[in-house]
């Protein structure tokens, strides 16, 4: 059953992705870009953390710990959401969600231990929609088991969960795009990519703004907005060549 649900998933999944990448690609073709970049080394180690996440190969890697870990969890839930019509649900939890994602950011930039693991996802100098999925995989553990609590919390099940997931992967792979798009009035509301670049800046000041998932709102409303034409893209210091150097980079600054 759990095979099947997850083969499912992930050609969804799959599916959603490669017609945003597809999308992407076009809109950078008509905004004049070239595709070399992604044939240098560091698009396609971008390319190798996509294939893991999005084919579920990291799923089912941890598949055995959220199943030691879901029913030691079942006194949250609540199902705070369960009343309310699906669409309603779904919405209200999108929200929610970003908002914690907000904080969940913030305290990545703030804290040496997690900011160890997440540079890894700045350390890209060249950014493609790929670079999205370049997220270490302790980081994705963590953030996947601290989002569980709210999850049960809210009672949010599995397919009113996944519409989201599908829009998170479209909109945070847009976001990374080598597009300077600002969607205009929405630029303070909803994440763009001129928004995303600005936070993957070289420079610190602007690395630590722009801090929002999917609502720019939320930047603005905490003062964590900024405007900026970065050009340059990484973090001062930090070359991680290949995916071993990355694996184990947090492991090496904590020892530091």
């Known amino acids: 059953m759990f095979l099947r649900e997850l083969a499912r998933s992930t050609m969804w999944g799959a599916g959603v992705y490669i017609a945003c990448a597809a999308a992407i690609i076009a809109a950078e073709r008509l905004n004049g870009r070239s595709l070399a970049v992604y044939k240098t080394r560091n698009a396609l180690d971008d390319l190798a953390y996509a294939i893991f996440y999005q084919c579920s190969i990291y799923n089912l890697l941890v598949s055995p710990l959220f199943a030691i870990l879901s029913p030691r969890l079942q006194f949250l839930k609540i199902g705070v959401l369960l009343r309310l019509p699906p669409l309603a649900s779904m919405l209200a939890a999108w929200i929610i969600f970003d908002f914690l994602n907000y904080w969940m950011h913030r305290l990545q930039h703030a ?84 928004f995303h670049l600005t936070h993957h800046s070289s420079d610190s000041g602007d690395r630590n703004a722009n801090y929002g998932r999917i609502f720019s709102l939320w930047d603005v409303v905490f003062r964590t907005f900024r405007r900026s034409n970065a050009e340059r893209f990484g973090v001062a210091g930090l070359q991680l060549k290949g995916l071993p150097a990355q694996f184990l980079h947090p492991f090496k600054s904590s020892a530091t």
């Open 111 to 194: 804290f040496a231990p997690l900011w160890a693991l997440h540079s890894v996802h700045h350390s890209q100098t060249e950014l493609t929609f790929l670079t999205a999925s370049r997220i270490h995989v302790l980081e994705q553990l963590y953030v996947g088991i601290l989002m569980m609590v709210p999850a049960f919390i809210l009672g949010v099940t599995q397919p009113r969960l996944l519409p989201i997931l599908f829009l998170q992967v479209f909109s945070e792979s847009v976001q990374h795009a080598r597009l300077r798009w600002t969607y205009g009035p929405l630029h303070g509301v909803v994440v763009s990519p001129a």
